[in-house]
């Protein structure tokens, strides 16, 4: 894969998880001020506060470094921080143990290996996320689609456009929340395979609810769709 691919893959991922939940053990020397306002800001990392938010679970981490939950968080403000090898050291004791590998734990991961281009290692966590038993039914549901996203990606950097494309459009029907992050891969995964019509068709609906942080993202989007598109005018 090129590197302008794999800067691509790192602009699809940088809004993907702005509303991943919370999940994991909790236990009750970790119910601290620090704890709650964190609990009540789970969903509200993006690019923009995740500096700040790195600083705040980084203390957390260190008073409950056993603490799942946090621990997910934590890895998730330092992959949106630009730090995603960090996240995978934060991670990897846990999304190797057979105990402690819940779904959260693994689509994290899988989103810290997509941002440094360990695509193998990506899907090895989604694998194992979607063969978690039934014990782990409740939490694996709510991140279902995330974890359909991230192998959409996974699937886009490697060539399988028309796969990665099932897997967008199967991400986008149990979407919880703005889905514009999912029509832009799914855009793109169209144009790759010359539907050009249908993925600004995608981008149109996108860009009405993209957030001022994603539009950006959007733009870039919107302008490689164009280009294909011409290039492959040319072509005819």
Known sequence: MTEQSSNRIKI???TAFCGLMLFGCQNSSSQTGMYQQALESRQQITHSNAGEAVQLYERL???????IGITVKYAEALRKAGMPQQALTVLSPLAESQMKAKPAVLVEYAASN??????MHAQHALDKFYGLDKK???????LQPQALN???LVLSASGHHAEAEEKYREALASWLG???VVMNNLALSLAQQ???DEALDFLEQAQRQSTPEQQGMHDQNLALVEKLQKKSAKKK
């Open 61 to 67: 981490y260190a008073r409950n470094s056993g603490d």
């Open 114 to 119: 997509i941002a440094v281009g360990r695509f």
């Open 150 to 152: 991230l192998n959409g």
């Open 178 to 180: 703005n889905p514009s």
């Open 194 to 196: 010359g539907k050009f």
């Open 136 to 142: 782990n039914a409740a939490d694996k549901d709510d």
């Open 12 to 14: 699809l991922l940088s």
